[in-house]
């Protein structure tokens, strides 16, 4: 009876303590999964833009703030809090590219369908094996003669806007079409090639330049519009440098340095299982042929 009445004792003991804790609903979980994925998305962003360098900036001035506050430096402490609301302002400036295209990203995507599609109709976004072999089989022939190339690959973001700057092709990818295409001193060789699912969609497409100043000065505007693009969506670009004949890949404002064909290739399967599995993490349903392939 006594070990009973102890442990009834100590129950009611952790249900006292339980009391003072607010009463947690199913809103208030709700709202907490929300912030927390707003905090989430928001410091993934910070971490793939010039951003990062200066919340470290700001972190020393922070920590600079706390020590003047604990030493009662109220000269500095007072010309901390006049300067505030202009720092405001200077951040906005400073980060006005970054919000731009943060902007951009979230416009160019559909939420709701993002996260409730049965079917999002782009069954044929992703390019078949075929399609990959001729890419890849296009950009070490054109390697091999130094002949400069630009090819973006569209996945869940729409590039209609950058298809709208070139020439309306809408032809099955092929390794001579491609080579065609970026042949010197051809109609169509200047500007890039945009490639939705299995088919060349458009040619001599002009892409936004990247203001990002960590790209090395050896590299051109090829490889800059390169980066460019993969900063405001979410395409994958290959680049064949005129000068060396080198191959590039570019995606998420990263350029990887791709040595030989089964690299590329290797590389663009693992382009297909993330954008299956990272890009489309928050979509709770798809529509059962979303990713089923079909020979060509």
């Not at 000269?75 to 720092?87: D, N």
């Not at 729409?158 to 491609?178: A, D, H, W, Y």
């Amino acid at each position: 009876m006594t070990g009973a009445f102890q442990a009834e004792e100590l129950w009611r003991g952790m249900l006292s303590w339980f009391s003072f804790l607010p009463r947690i609903t199913l809103t208030n979980i709700f709202e907490i999964i929300i912030i927390a994925f707003l905090v989430y998305e928001i410091l993934f962003w910070i971490m793939n833009t010039r951003a990062w360098t200066l919340l470290k900036g700001l972190l020393v001035i922070g920590l600079f703030a706390v020590m003047a506050a604990l030493l009662h430096l109220n000269t500095i402490l007072w010309i901390l809090e006049k300067t505030t609301t202009i720092a405001v302002t200077a951040l906005v400036i400073v980060f006005q590219p970054e919000l731009r295209k943060a902007l951009e990203q979230l416009g160019s995507q559909n939420l709701i369908s993002g996260i409730l599609a049965f079917d999002d109709g782009k069954e044929d976004s992703d390019f078949t094996e075929r399609t990959a072999n001729e890419i890849v089989r296009a950009t070490f022939e054109m390697a091999k003669v130094k002949t400069g190339a630009l090819i973006v690959l569209e996945r869940n973001v729409p590039l209609k806007e950058i298809e709208r700057t070139g020439i309306e092709i809408n032809g099955l990818v092929s390794s001579q079409l491609l080579i065609n295409i970026f042949e010197h001193n051809t109609p169509l060789h200047d500007g890039a090639v945009v490639i939705r699912g299995n088919r060349v969609a458009a040619a001599t497409c002009y892409l936004p330049l990247s203001d990002n100043m960590m790209i090395s000065k050896d590299l051109g505007t090829r490889h800059r519009a390169a980066v460019g693009i993969s900063e405001t969506t979410d395409s994958l670009t290959i680049v064949v440098s005129e000068e060396t004949g080198r191959v590039s890949l570019v995606g998420g404002g990263m350029l990887q340095r791709i040595s030989d064909a089964d690299t590329l290739r290797k590389a663009l399967e693992q382009m297909e299982k993330q954008e299956e599995t990272g890009a489309n993490r928050f979509k709770i349903w798809k529509g059962i042929k979303k990713n089923e392939r079909k020979a060509d």
